[in-house]
Nanobody, 121 residues
Framework: EVQLVESGGGLVQAGTSLRLTCATS????????VGWYRQAPGKEREGVSS????????HYAESVKGRFTISTDYTKNIVHLQMNSLTPEDTAVYYC??????????????WGQGTQVTVSS
């Protein structure tokens, strides 16, 4: 059974950093690509960043390029999202996802429960 459990969210001030962690189980990073999505109040869920260990590919949304970094620790089956220079526009529930890699993007099949990130101005 695939499981994804996020942690690391919180309330921070603009300009600071947070690191999100997704503990995964039930699959390997060679089987599925992994990534992060977010959903702000009143908005659709959007992809933030994703990574495919099998192809060596990484994708970032334009809004987070240069500020966010995704990484995987295959020894611990963990996915991190390092978020720097946070702005109030980054406020959202962040979800960890796993699935197939197609066309340089993640096609999610599995989701975590989400972790809230709130950035105050």
């Amino acid at each position: 059974e695939v499981q994804l459990v996020e942690s690391g969210g919180g309330l921070v001030q603009a300009g600071t950093s947070l690191r999100l962690t997704c503990a995964t189980s039930g699959f390997t990073f060679d089987e599925y690509a992994v990534g992060w999505y977010r959903q702000a109040p009143g908005k659709e869920r959007e992809g933030v960043s994703s990574i495919s260990t099998r192809t060596g590919s990484i994708h970032y949304a334009e809004s987070v390029k240069g500020r966010f970094t995704i990484s995987t620790d295959y020894t611990k089956n963990i996915v991190h999202l390092q978020m720097n220079s946070l702005t109030p526009e980054d406020t959202a529930v962040y979800y960890c996802a796993a699935g197939d890699w197609l066309g340089n993007m993640l096609i999610p099949y599995f989701w975590g429960q989400g972790t809230q990130v709130t950035v105050s101005s």
